[in-house]
């Protein structure tokens, strides 16, 4: 791993007396994209808030470039952030809102203007220096921001859910060019999301989060085919929880097999079948009267509802887990 550039130590916070964070954390080396991942409330922002200088931890410290920063303000900290609302000045152009951080450290007229050329050339908006926030779409809203926030050339950047008011189509190709980007400047990234694609797509590492603490954190492959955690393995991906035997099993549902195949099947019968998102999805009940889903691509599979047919899975396929009840 490079060189550690972030330190979150043990990181506490409460808002009245109910915990929000319980004793986190995490390395964060430099040039790394890591997201926080988990659904509302789990404590993503209030982290963010607290890398920032927005937010101060009740216990524990920040630590940035091999300095304690815990007790610094936020303008203090080589830290930027990006908003999903962007936060643009409507009344700016383009170049204007790109350079307002420079022009705020009183940086040459012409060096700004060569740093918002070099930025507007990096996120592909050559030619819209003039336009005012109101003449442009979504991504192009969103690459001003990011533009913005890296002009200064932070030692971090943090991203609060910027894609979150995208369609699904832009948000797809604005992870893929996210990730570009970062690769390109080297800087590092901390990214906050409840969507586990985005999460899967553009990190090198996910730190899972729920109620206060980090479920999990390892790369996209560790998280997605070895949870350690059955709130993990549902959280990402669409995994069966399966209690036999003493044991609790994640399997994935693509994983899943019918109709006589696996190294363990199960009496089972198919309760229900639905087409969503290019996948077919099959719903059995064992006799046990747990639910099994499995997912197919196409439309439609040789199985009828309320046939009777064996489920069952191969061994290398399925993940012991940590059972929290979920």
Known sequence: MSEILLQLKNLHKRFGTVPVLQGISLDIAQGEFITLLGASGCGKTTTLRIIAGLEDPD?????????????????????????QNYALFPHMTVAENIGYGLKLRRTARNEIKKRVEEMLHLVQLDGFE?????????????????????????????????????????????????????QRLGITFIYITHDQEEAINMS???????RGVFEQIGTPNEIYYAPRTSYVAGFVGSANIIRQDGCVLA??????????????????????????????????????????????YGIDADVAVGERLSVGWLEKDAAAVADDGT
Not at 143 to 156: C, D, T
Not at 204 to 210: C, G, K, L
Not at 265 to 293: C, M, W, Y
């Open 130 to 182: 003039r336009r005012r926030p109101s003449e442009l779409s979504g991504g192009q809203k969103q690459r001003v921001a990011i533009a913005r926030a890296v002009i200064n050339r932070p030692k971090v950047l943090l991203l609060d859910e910027p894609l979150g008011a995208l369609d699904l189509k832009l948000r797809r190709q604005m992870q893929l060019e996210l990730k570009r980007l970062q």
């Open 59 to 83: 216990e524990g410290e920040v630590w940035l470039g091999g300095k304690n920063v815990t007790a610094e303000d936020a303008s203090s900290r080589d830290v930027n952030t990006v908003f």
């Open 251 to 296: 399997v994935r549902s693509e994983n899943i097999l019918f109709g006589g195949e696996g190294e363990y099947a199960h009496p089972a019968v198919v309760k229900e079948k639905s087409f969503n998102g290019g996948q077919l999805r099959i719903l059995f009940v064992l006799d046990s009267g747990q639910e099994v889903t499995a997912s197919r």
């Open 204 to 210: 090198d590492r996910i730190a899972v989060m729920h």
